[in-house]
């Protein structure tokens, strides 16, 4: 009795696939439905291949044996497999264009820095390294008192933001040139 062509026993196995399915299914990681239908595939190929192995003798044998080898197919896929996640970043480093557009912000920003008034420079450059000065220590470099860090770091950040601000135009509308 061929598998392929008797629609009877295929509804006969039908539950038991179901079964046998959703038994392996947790312990390979996949879904239920998932194992089932690479088991009616293995079914269909193995059809085009040998016609006597899709007619096996014990039928519901057969499905459990090929239930079983499909999980263990699954259980090495998930072994070698590494799930993609869009949320994250690959670890191989910063998107390129990411990359460009950091450094073009971080040299606009250096070179408005540059160009601020007084010690306005220095208290920025400071404030700004990677060592993480506190204000004590930003105070002993630049010899300023700690009490006067605060107010001139304001009048200094409010420089550099009308300074860009002037930069920095506001986009106008499209094809409204003046």
């Known amino acids: 009795m061929d598998l392929l062509k008797d629609p009877d026993l295929v509804t006969e196995l039908g539950p038991l696939l179901s079964a046998e399915a959703a038994a392996e299914a947790p312990g390979a990681g996949v879904d239920a439905a998932d194992l089932e239908q690479a088991v009616w595939v293995r079914l269909l190929e193995s059809g085009r291949r040998a016609p006597d192995r899709a007619d096996p003798a014990e039928p519901a044998r057969w499905l459990r044996r090929a239930v079983r080898a499909e999980a263990r197919l699954a259980r090495r896929r998930a072994r070698r497999e590494i799930p993609y996640d869009h949320r994250r970043r690959p670890a191989a480093g910063?998107?390129?264009?990411?990359?460009?557009?950091?450094?073009?912000?971080?040299?606009?920003?250096?070179?408005?820095?540059?160009?601020?008034?007084?010690?306005?420079?220095?208290?920025?450059?400071?404030?700004?390294?990677?060592?993480?000065?506190?204000?004590?220590?930003?105070?002993?470099?630049?010899?300023?008192?700690?009490?006067?860090?605060?107010?001139?770091?304001?009048?200094?950040?409010?420089?550099?933001?009308?300074?860009?601000?002037?930069?920095?135009?506001?986009p106008g509308l499209r094809g409204m040139e003046r």
């Open 94 to 170: 910063p998107v390129p264009e990411d990359a460009l557009l950091h450094g073009e912000v971080n040299r606009a920003l250096r070179s408005a820095v540059a160009r601020l008034p007084g010690r306005c420079p220095e208290l920025m450059k400071a404030l700004l390294s990677p060592r993480d000065l506190t204000y004590r220590e930003i105070a002993g470099e630049l010899g300023i008192s700690q009490g006067s860090l605060g107010p001139v770091r304001s009048r200094c950040l409010g420089c550099l933001r009308r300074m860009l601000a002037a930069e920095v135009a506001a």
